[in-house]
């Protein structure tokens, strides 16, 4: 089975520390995903990254960023944390080839991390 | 218009009655599509993917896809209690070039399945 996981299922942090969300796949998979999910949005992509050290924007970038230095991890960083970034956040990785135990373009999610800043 | 549009429900169907859900897109170049299930405060969960025109059937699930109609949907039959959750639909971004695909997703349908 597919397995990616996510460093913590719940986190409380202040206005303005910086945040971590790290996230490790075992599946050899190309390409990680970070998305948020909130109430009415439903899920919002913010980063991806298609190789080692590769990144690109997806949909709402600001006031995050990304890292990537080994394929099977990813990280979400918030450089200074305030209260609209309180959401669910949830990682996901996908291959590029066919074949194989998983099939190109499907995304196989973490189990997210509730993440509450005050 | 909502590039991936569902029907937010609740969708409401008694245990063993068929469930259809559906899922209108506007990217005609979307190529991939996907059902996930996702139960409240859980992560989603891939349910099916389909590529192709026509049915997909896997188990008590069918997915469904009509390219020309930009039309998805996801027929679950003997509906039982624990098929309550939200499901999202979820297609490619046509245009992927080479980079990773990416998905966009609906906001879900919650289903309900009574006793």
């Known amino acids: 089975d597919v397995k990616v996981t996510q460093s913590s299922r719940y986190l409380v942090k202040r206005t303005g520390e910086k945040v971590f969300l790290e996230c490790v796949q075992d599946m050899d998979h190309e390409n990680m995903f970070w998305y948020r999910q909130d109430p009415g949005l439903g899920l919002r992509l913010i980063y991806f990254?298609?190789?080692?050290?590769?990144?690109e924007k997806g949909d709402i970038p600001e006031g995050y960023s990304v890292s990537r230095e080994k394929k099977e991890r990813f990280s979400l960083i918030l450089e200074s944390a305030s209260t609209n970034q309180t959401s669910m956040y949830l990682c996901?990785?996908?291959?590029?080839?066919?074949?194989?135990?998983?099939?190109?373009?499907?995304?196989?999610f973490g189990p997210g991390t509730r993440l509450t800043v005050l | 218009q909502k590039e991936v549009e569902q029907n937010s429900g609740p969708l409401s169907v008694p245990e063993g009655a068929i469930a259809s859900l559906n899922c209108t897109y506007s990217d005609r170049g979307s190529q991939s599509f996907f059902w996930y299930r996702q139960y409240s405060g859980k992560s989603p969960e891939l349910i099916m993917s389909?590529?192709?025109?026509g049915d997909k059937e896997d188990g008590r699930f069918t997915a469904q896809l009509n390219k020309a109609s930009q039309y998805v949907s996801l027929l679950i039959r003997d509906s039982q209690p624990s098929d309550s959750a939200t499901y999202l639909c979820?297609?490619?971004?046509?245009?992927?070039?080479?980079?990773?695909?990416?998905?966009?997703f609906g906001t879900g349908t919650r289903l309900q399945v009574t006793l």
């Open positions: 389909i590529y192709s025109n």
């Open positions: 979820a297609v490619t971004r046509g245009g992927n070039t080479g980079t990773a695909s990416k998905l966009t």
């Open positions: 990254s298609y190789d080692v050290k590769m990144k």
């Open positions: 996901a990785s996908s291959s590029t080839a066919w074949g194989g135990r998983t099939n190109a373009d499907t995304q196989y």
